[in-house]
């Protein structure tokens, strides 16, 4: 059975960093595109990273480019997001997806199947 589950949000001041983990079980995560997304109180849920199943073509939104870097470990399968000099407008739930390996980069929340629990990111002093 296929699971994803979503660790390492919580609290931190404005500057600070978090790196989130999402390990998946049930399936290789490297045959899939990966995601991460998230979901502001009262807003649509956004994309904020991904990265092809081959691991060489990434994609970031606009609001996050050289701040945060999605990766992932295949030998431990997990994807992570290492989210440095945090802003309080990062204050979100966030979530991993996985897409078709087809899918190469997308930051549509409709192009990926399946998702993991979301985590709470605080960015507050």
């Known amino acids: 059975q296929w699971r994803l589950v979503v660790s390492g949000g919580g609290l931190v001041q404005p500057g600070g960093s978090l790196r989130l983990s999402c390990a998946a079980s049930g399936f290789t995560l490297d045959d899939y595109a990966i995601g991460w997304f998230r979901q502001a109180s009262g807003k649509e849920r956004e994309g904020v990273s991904c990265l092809s199943s081959t691991g060489d073509s990434t994609d970031y939104a606009d609001s996050v480019k050289g701040r945060f870097t999605i990766s992932r470990d295949n030998a431990k399968n997990t994807m992570y997001l290492q989210m440095n000099s945090l802003k309080p407008e990062d204050t979100a739930v966030y979530y991993c997806?996985?897409?078709?390996?087809?899918?190469?980069?997308?930051?549509?929340?409709?192009?990926?199947?399946?998702w993991g629990q979301g985590t709470q990111v605080t960015v507050s002093s």
């Open positions: 997806a996985i897409g078709p390996r087809v899918l190469g980069t997308s930051m549509k929340v409709t192009d990926y199947d399946a």
